[in-house]
């Protein structure tokens, strides 16, 4: 998922690396109260359409999200004070309470006003780039991404060797630098720099935060949408509060075929949260309720489960490595959070050690910008080609 | 009223087997033994007075970097409605790998109907042949082929005819009526906007 004026999609465009994808916006924020799921009005034209809201709530709701935009002397007053509070003391009642923190901002209740009026007002900066919503997501899903980058390296003469994994590194012990790595063929491949996945750095050369950080994740393949409408072809961001006392808040993403991420009929679905258990116990509690599966008990008219998997990932953006050699760089994995700033600061970084006087993916000439004519005259060509 | 057309159109086969080549002569009429990578650009533009009313602007993608060992990526495929998939004559291994590259193409990228992409086989480097060559009609309609040319890119042998032929093909395609593309995807600026029709902001509200 990536937030409309996140920095992962503003590096795209400015890199024009964006020509290679497509995207979805993402078409409705959802939430789940009182075992109901709901849609969150997110847009003045949400606001107006909601059947949940009665008028007065549309009023207020109206008029909050125009006066958070500006920061005044009355929010600064509940600075470090949960915003929650903050919402309670502007008489908004419960419904838009839950709405703005947990699907608006999507904080915890506890989170303070200045944290949750930042988020606000990001989701409300994201809101109308593109759509209804502030969130795009690639066609073919996010593995996309990574395919872009490497076309556009390829085109610039990038070399990709393929099924070459790396088994072992030769440091020079004088310079402490990293000379080659030998892949698991035993071929030698010298490099004047390394940029490594963490998860190939051993554990006495990583500084993880303690207790080590998990995510808990959950993929489904369902048989319908949690809140059908006429469309089949809805983009869902799920927005799901604790559903008890110390359980976390979850984050659930459903996407429709139109994604191309699933056959028709079908919709793919990802929940993830910040681990308390397994991904299991902290997960499946939420699947079985919202969701038929085998375990739940009545035969309410949900969604089936088709298929699931669950597992645990180390949260990427509490690793850190030292001890390596200067020239060896790591990046770290995905993250809980939403969007990839994590993931777009490292690389930015990583660059920047290894090539201080360039400038970050620049944006790529257009090939259109070279014209040939067909009429020309051989050899002669009409050349409008700037710069190389 | 003039109308202007754009394809794109992939360029590809086994290595050496002359892609380059036949881009460099098709577009910018030259040829030569040695060749570099072109750096930075993804495809080469070929500008057609196709007929009184028509102009047609032809991407030609070359493949770049590391795809050249095959398994292309969805991104080089994606919005291409039609292939020149070529070997070289004279290695007999190039023609045994045109089935894998015609798998690779299928899988990838279809026209909005489902169908396969018009693809058209070239026979290069024929100015090395000495013997008459096999036919490859039956190869080609038995492997999806619309067509396929003996070609030349370094005595300009039918290449501009193996052109015209995929370029036919796209245009029934393009004027049999078809179900409308996904409407509701959308790019953030590149190349695609020329394509297509895409979401602007103005159907959204803004605070
Ligand atoms: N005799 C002859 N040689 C050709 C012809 N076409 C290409 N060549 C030669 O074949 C060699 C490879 O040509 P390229 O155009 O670089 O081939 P390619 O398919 O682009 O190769 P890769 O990009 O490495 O996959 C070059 O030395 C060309 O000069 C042809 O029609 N006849
Ligand atoms: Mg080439």
Redesign the pocket.
């Given at each position: 998922m990536m937030y409309s004026r996140g920095s992962l999609v503003d590096l795209l465009i400015k890199s024009n690396v964006s020509r290679y994808a497509e995207f979805k916006n993402v078409s409705r924020i959802l939430t789940y109260r009182h075992d109901n799921v709901e849609q969150v009005p997110c847009s003045r034209a949400d606001v107006f359409a909601s059947r949940q809201l009665s008028v007065v709530e549309k009023r207020k709701l109206m008029r909050f999200l125009t006066s958070c935009v500006e920061d005044t002397e009355e929010q600064q007053a509940y600075n470090g004070r949960p915003y929650l509070e903050f919402l309670r003391d502007q008489q908004l009642g419960d419904n838009l309470q839950h709405f703005l923190v947990h699907s608006i901002a999507m904080v915890t209740e506890d989170t303070p006003t200045e944290a949750g009026l930042a988020s606000t007002r990001h989701f409300l900066r994201c809101l109308g780039r593109y759509g209804n919503t502030p969130f795009l997501f690639p066609v073919y899903g996010l593995g996309e991404i990574p395919q872009c980058f490497c076309r556009m390296c390829a085109v610039f003469g990038g070399i990709y060797c393929l099924r070459h994994s790396v088994h072992c590194v030769i440091v020079d012990q004088e310079s402490n630098r990293c000379k080659a790595v030998i892949d698991i063929r035993g071929q030698r491949i010298s490099c004047s720099h390394f940029v490594v996945e963490d998860g190939y750095v051993a554990a006495e050369r990583k500084k993880v935060a303690t207790p080590t950080r998990f995510i808990s994740r959950a993929v489904l393949i369902t048989d319908g949408s949690v809140l059908p409408t006429d469309s089949e072809q809805q983009v869902s961001m799920v927005t799901l509060p604790p559903i008890a006392a110390g359980s976390p808040s979850v984050k659930m993403v459903e996407l429709c075929p139109s994604t191309m991420t699933c056959p028709p009929g079908t919709y793919l679905v990802h929940l993830t949260c910040q681990s308390t258990g397994s991904a299991y116990q902290d997960l499946s509690p939420l699947v079985t309720r919202m969701f038929h599966t085998p375990e739940s008990h009545d035969q309410g008219k949900r969604p089936s489960v088709l298929w699931c998997l669950y597992f645990n990932m180390v949260d990427g953006s509490a690793v850190d490595c030292h001890n390596l050699p200067s020239n060896v760089h790591v990046c770290s994995g995905p993250d809980g959070e939403l969007g990839h700033e994590h993931a777009i600061t490292q690389a930015e970084s990583i660059f920047r050690k290894i090539l201080p006087q360039e400038e970050f993916c620049p944006p790529a000439p257009n090939p259109e910008d070279i014209i040939y004519d067909a009429d020309t005259a051989e050899g002669d060509v009409l050349s409008r080609q700037t710069e190389e | 009223m003039q109308q202007e057309l754009l394809f794109k159109v992939l360029v590809i086969?086994?290595?050496?087997?002359?892609?380059?080549?036949?881009i460099?002569r098709y577009v910018h009429q030259i040829?030569?033994?040695?060749?570099r990578?072109t750096i930075g650009v993804d495809f080469a533009l070929k500008v057609l007075q196709w007929d009184h009313d028509t102009v047609i602007r032809l991407q030609l993608w070359?493949?770049a970097g590391q795809e050249?060992y095959g398994n292309m990526t969805r991104v080089y495929y994606r919005e291409a409605v039609g292939a020149l998939v070529?070997f070289?004559v004279s290695r007999a291994s190039t023609f045994d790998a045109v089935l894998k590259w015609k798998d690779d193409l299928d899988s990838k990228v279809t026209l909005n109907n489902g169908r396969p992409v018009p693809a058209v086989l070239l026979a290069?480097?024929?100015?090395?042949l000495g013997s008459q060559q096999p036919k490859l009609d039956s190869f080609c309609r038995d492997n999806g082929f619309v067509s396929w040319f003996e070609?030349?890119?370094?005595?300009n042998t039918n290449i501009e005819e193996a052109a015209r032929c995929l370029i036919k093909h796209i245009l029934d395609i393009e004027e049999s009526p078809m179900s409308e593309r996904d409407p509701g995807s959308l790019t953030l600026s590149g190349y695609a906007n020329a394509t297509k029709d895409h979401l602007k902001c103005s159907s959204c509200s803004k605070w």
């Open positions: - | 086969g086994d290595l050496g087997v002359g892609k380059t080549s036949i460099k040829f030569s033994q040695h060749y990578a070359d493949i050249r070529v070289d290069n480097k024929s100015d090395q070609t030349s890119a370094k005595e």
